[in-house]
């Protein structure tokens, strides 16, 4: 086919049907109508430097491109109104088109002469109103009916801390009965190991029976056959077995207490049941277990663990005495007004001086102590006794009893009057490893 360019340089000349011949030995590739690169050379149009844009690797120069505005159109249609794009720098080129244009067109009202570019309004007939569905009440969640008292305004309305009531008992009887019971455990301290462990199982019986009574009387339901049981199991568990024994008792009760509640015949509130049942456990059950390990012959060697609760006893013993009288004395600031008003910070001091005087010099008389360990030792227990008095006191200001038992004339039930000692037994038992006693 031949060229397509004519002897003018024209591209519209018809073909004249010739094909060129090629030599079957070329292997170039021959392209109709070239001409050599240099014969063009004069032809290449000079280009302007001053049209042409920086190199990319050149320093800025700081110049922009200029946008010209062009004219609107002249049209009906309120979109072929607006101008096409125009650069501005300066305030004067805002200034110099605010009025191309008015976004008023766009929402279909007249334009305030006053409003701002951006601005415009709309009319009542062009809201749209969207109407929100309120979303339906939620449905109450369902939960059995509580078996506690109803809560009302004054939650201990009609229980015993709102009720008058007359005084305890004279000093007279209560020291009476004091003096009757340190007597009584002093024989069982004489009569060995046994006997003793026999009564401290009785105790603990007792004082947990009163604790659990307290909570039946506000409508909880707890496990009080079961809880004594435990609390039993734990102390034999504890004399035989050490502290060993404290978990399996305490996960034997979890288990056995789920199933107890679990075969309850009616509506009871577990939550209640369990908790109470758990908590004098602890409270009695694993504290009171101090006293039964220590006298444990498997615990201290040659029969010391007995004289160290002795001293826990009679530091205890001498702290509440102490207490008593001083505060009776001359007690006037209270020691804690909401939880207990009686007891008094004069009180508290003379608690602690009586309980260093039993320490220096009825501690000495029971080998092993020392003067300077039954300092020590007093000076621990001056602290947790009255802690476990005011334990105690705010339980039954919580459930609102005046005494959780009265089972001792002057001294109300057996968990008043080891409350301290409940929470001087561990402190005890911890002291002689640390001091070193044992």
């Not at 003018?8 to 079957?24: C, E, K, N, R, W």
């Not at 007279?172 to 019971?181: E, I, K, M, Q, Y």
Request: charged residues 15%; negative net charge; aromatic residues 8%.
């Amino acid at each position: 086919m031949s060229s397509l360019r004519s002897d003018d340089g024209s591209f519209f000349d018809d073909s004249t049907g010739q094909v060129p011949v090629v030599d079957p030995d070329e292997t170039r590739v021959t392209i109709t109508g070239a001409e050599p690169a240099g014969e063009l050379a004069d032809a290449v149009p000079v280009i302007d430097p001053t049209t042409l844009l920086p190199h990319w690797t050149d320093a800025p120069t700081g110049q922009v491109p200029i946008v010209v505005a062009r004219e609107a159109a002249q049209s009906d249609d309120p979109w072929t109104q607006i101008p096409a794009p125009a650069w501005r720098e300066g305030e004067a080129d805002w200034v110099a088109h605010e009025e191309q244009f008015d976004a008023a067109v766009l929402a279909g009202e007249v334009r305030d002469d006053n409003a701002r570019p951006w601005e415009f309004s709309t009319g009542e007939d062009d809201v749209v109103e969207t109407i929100i569905e309120e979303e339906p009440p939620r449905p109450e969640p369902l939960r059995a009916s509580r078996t506690r008292h109803t809560i009302t305004s004054n939650p201990l309305a009609g229980r015993a801390v709102r009720q008058r009531q007359a005084p305890r008992s004279n000093v007279a009887r209560a020291t009476a009965t004091g003096l009757a019971l340190a007597l009584v455990v002093f024989g069982f301290f004489l009569a060995g190991t046994v006997p003793l462990s026999i009564l401290i199982l009785v105790v603990l019986g007792l004082a947990s029976a009163e604790a659990y009574a307290g909570f039946r009387s506000v409508g909880a339901h707890p496990a009080s056959a079961l809880g004594i049981a435990a609390v039993l199991t734990l102390g034999v568990a504890v004399y035989n077995k050490g502290l060993a024994a404290l978990g399996a008792v305490s996960v034997l009760l979890i288990i056995v207490g789920f199933l107890w509640y679990l075969a309850s015949p009616g509506s009871v509130d577990v939550l209640d049941g369990m908790g109470a049942t758990f908590f004098v456990y602890g409270w009695v059950g694993i504290f009171g277990s101090y006293a039964l390990l220590m006298i444990s012959p498997r615990t201290f060697p040659h029969h010391h663990g007995m004289a160290y609760f002795f001293g826990a006893v009679a530091l205890t013993v001498c702290n509440d005495t102490g207490a008593l009288f001083v505060g009776r004395w001359i007690g006037r600031q209270p020691l804690s007004a909401r939880i207990s008003p009686q007891k008094t910070r004069e009180g508290t001091v003379g608690g602690l001086l009586v309980t260093l005087l039993g320490g220096a010099i009825i501690l000495p008389l029971v080998s092993p102590w020392t003067v300077t360990h039954g300092l020590e030792a007093a000076l621990a227990i001056s602290i947790v006794a009255p802690l476990g008095d005011l334990f105690e006191s705010m339980i039954k200001r919580t459930l609102g009893v005046k005494d959780l038992g009265r089972m001792l004339p002057g001294h109300g039930g057996f968990l008043d009057r080891v409350d301290g000692l409940l929470f001087a037994l561990p402190t005890m038992y911890y002291l002689v490893h640390v001091l070193k006693l044992g």
